[in-house]
């Protein structure tokens, strides 16, 4: 009933969530309300968590001996969050949570804080009782403090390879569970096949959306053969893109979250031209006339990248896009592959068979067929692997009601005193042999 509650007040105040992370953020607004909306999802999932937690029972397995399981909760959890979806990524973890049971200590990004304290707010006026939902700030000692404390069972974490890591070996040294989602590098491949027009349009929209600042971005394009002629018509759509503050109407790239953000990317992208990467869109000294000391990148694209090349290798997160040329879909495949991330890879195709190889082959986390962001409905998992992913379970969905629950398996027996089975010291079996 709280969750019913909790969903009602969380559409009403969309606009409010969507206006403060932007403010903060700095994610145009359409984006914004789509943060808050993605999380909404969750909640609504929640809503029916009574059924998604049931058991299972077997009856009279002997005479009158019945085994049947529970999902109990593990008490104290805690989130860590990143700044890149204020509203989204704290309802992927406190409302599943919660409604297994749990209490939840949440610390968010101390860049954009805003609207997990609105999110907070709002689950107290749904109905949620003191105590349940505790949000704490602060950085390093905030986290070691939530890895350490004993109370605390479980923690979330959302964010970057290197905090991910720490989190998960100091709290999993201590016997705590961890599920961490952290860097990525999706790649998408097109295929000759591909409907020319979607796919530009899907590329254009998933490498430089967010700034590129999302875990699911698609910051590599893989060019299979003759694709390779379609780059130019890609610079084309990716310059029209407007660059400017993500309140004003129209835009499509906001600024990136600080001034450090923005100086590593244009760091790493120096270093990949001088390796060899041609710039084919530069956007390192886009200007935006009304904030001149913004965090500003342009769409950039960079053509001719190999393996090799600092761009490729690291995870920018930024409006950056590089173009990788393979004269075969076996060879698109093997490059994806061998990337170390696994949070997700796209392949662009008209083909069921190529797609239905590309599905089978590719070690990706999240396949997106024709779809460049495929991150999963709340009725599934969201489901990172290999270096992109730490843990046991995954996020929301069942994997995570299975992160914040403990499964618990009862075997009973009910007879009455003269039908009681005679006990001994020998291994109990189920009838006879």
């Given amino acids: 009933r709280v969750m019913l509650n909790y969903q009602k007040l969380i559409r009403d ?4 969530l969507a206006e403060n992370i932007t403010y903060e953020q700095g994610k145009t ?3 914004a309300r789509g943060d808050v909306f993605r999380g909404l999802e969750v909640v609504e999932q929640c809503c029916a968590m009574a059924t998604i937690m049931q058991g299972e029972t077997a009856e009279n397995l002997s005479a009158n001996l019945d085994t049947y399981s529970y999902r109990r909760p593990l008490g104290v959890t805690a989130g860590i969050t990143p700044f ?3 509203a989204m990524i704290p309802l992927w973890m406190f409302p599943t949570a919660i409604t297994c049971g749990n209490s939840m200590v949440m610390k968010p990004s101390e860049k954009d804080p805003g609207a997990t304290m609105m999110l ?6 749904a109905g949620l009782p003191d105590g349940v939902l505790n949000v704490i700030h ?3 000692d905030c986290v070691n403090f939530i890895c350490d404390d004993p109370t605390i069972k479980a923690i979330s974490f ?3 390879n290197t905090a991910g890591e720490y989190i998960y070996n100091r709290a999993s040294t201590l016997g705590k569970r961890v599920q961490a989602n952290m860097g990525a590098k999706n790649h998408g491949t097109i295929l000759p096949d591909a409907d020319k027009n979607m796919t530009l349009d899907a590329i254009v929209g998933a490498a430089f959306g967010a700034a590129g600042q999302r875990c699911m971005a698609l910051p590599v394009a893989i060019f299979v053969g003759e694709t390779q002629a379609w780059i130019p018509e890609l610079v084309e759509r990716a310059e029209k893109l407007k660059v400017n503050a993500g309140h004003v109407a129209g835009t499509d790239v906001g600024p990136l979250i600080d001034k450090a953000s923005k ?4 760091k790493l992208v120096e270093e990949g031209i001088k390796e060899g990467a041609t710039v084919l869109l530069d956007g390192r000294n886009v200007q935006v006339p009304e904030y001149p000391n913004g965090n500003f990148i342009g769409p950039t694209i960079l053509d001719n990248v190999t393996p090799d090349n600092t761009t490729y290798k690291e995870e920018l997160f930024g409006p950056v896009l590089c173009c990788v040329r393979v004269d075969s879909f076996a060879d698109a495949i093997k490059l994806t592959n061998d990337n170390a991330w696994g949070n997700g890879a796209s392949i662009f195709t008209s083909s069921g068979p190529n797609a239905r190889k590309f599905q089978h082959e590719i070690e990706a986390g999240q396949v997106g067929i024709n779809v460049p ?3 999963p409905v709340p009725s599934f998992s969201f489901t990172g692997s290999k270096a992109s992913f730490r843990g046991s379970s995954n996020f929301y969905g069942k994997a995570g009601v299975h992160f914040y629950t403990q499964l618990q398996t009862i075997t009973s027996n009910w007879s009455h005193p003269e039908n009681a089975p005679a006990w001994s010291t020998t291994m109990p079996t189920l009838g006879t042999k």
Wanted: hydrophobic fraction near 40%; glycine fraction near 6%; charged fraction near 25%.
């Fill in 158 to 160: 959302v964010g970057s």
């Fill in 138 to 140: 602060g950085a390093h």
């Fill in 13 to 16: 105040n969309t606009e409010r």
């Fill in 263 to 266: 100086d590593r990317i244009l």
């Fill in 29 to 31: 607004l359409a984006d």
């Fill in 120 to 125: 907070a707010e709002l689950a107290h006026e």
């Fill in 373 to 375: 962001i495929p991150v």
């Fill in 84 to 86: 890149n979806f204020p």
